[in-house]
């Protein structure tokens, strides 16, 4: 394959716009012939790691084994977008360590808690300030914010168009 395969980590808190990013970045490179493949909190908590909850633990096997099957889909030529969570820097760091420096490119969603929290696409923050939903990120239990991130986005400032070209800009 004529490209050069990446692993895109995704990481911020819950809408901070991982998704809506990530989504647009692989309809992107799809449009330019790229072949990629999307790994989305949402989708593989269903399947692969449904066994998985929200716990300091779970989340490390959880960012663990997304980062094996990264690694397999890079290994076949793939770009792969990946889009967690993943609040802290040590699963993060085990994760870039599979990698080659090349291959992994961290993108930091800086989008305030406050932004983040009255876009509430789910319904989950109102949840957790409820006490319904325990253990949420930037709620009730910790994100560490990255300190060596190679692109930072704050979706408040910067429309999904222009996240893109930041993050294909450091493709190189
Ligand atoms: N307690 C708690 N804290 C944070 N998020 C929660 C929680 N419970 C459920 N959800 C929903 O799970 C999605 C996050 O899953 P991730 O696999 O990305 O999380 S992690 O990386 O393992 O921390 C997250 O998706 P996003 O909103 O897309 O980030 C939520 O929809
Ligand atoms: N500039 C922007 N970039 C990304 N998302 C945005 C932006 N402006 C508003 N949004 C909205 O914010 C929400 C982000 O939700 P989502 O992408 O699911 O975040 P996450 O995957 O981090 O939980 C969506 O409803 C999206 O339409």
Redesign the pocket.
Same mark, same amino acid.
């Given at each position: 394959m004529r490209q050069s395969p990446r692993c895109i980590w995704l990481t +911020? $808190? #819950? +809408? #901070? +716009?991982? &998704?809506?990013?990530a989504n647009a970045l692989d309809a992107t490179l799809h449009a330019n012939g790229v072949k990629t493949f999307l790994l989305d909190g949402d989708n593989v908590r269903h399947g692969l790691n449904k066994d998985l909850g929200m716990s300091e633990a779970d989340r490390a096997e959880n960012i663990r084994r997304v980062g094996e099957v990264a690694k397999l889909m890079v290994d076949a030529g793939l770009i792969v977008i990946c889009?967690f969570i993943s609040p802290y820097a040590r699963d993060r760091q085990q994760v870039r360590s599979i990698f080659t420096p090349d291959q992994f490119i961290e993108v930091y $969603?800086d989008t305030p808690l406050e932004v983040c929290e009255r876009?509430d696409?789910k319904g989950l923050y109102k949840k957790a300030r409820e006490g319904v939903i325990k253990q949420f990120t930037g709620v009730s239990d910790p994100y560490e914010i990255p300190e060596s991130a190679d692109v930072i986005i704050d979706? #408040?400032q #910067?429309?999904?168009r222009n &996240?893109v070209s930041s993050i294909l800009k450091a493709l190189g």
């Open positions: +911020g $808190l #819950s +809408g #901070s +716009g991982k &998704s809506t990013v889009a $969603l876009r696409p979706t #408040s #910067s429309n999904v &996240s």
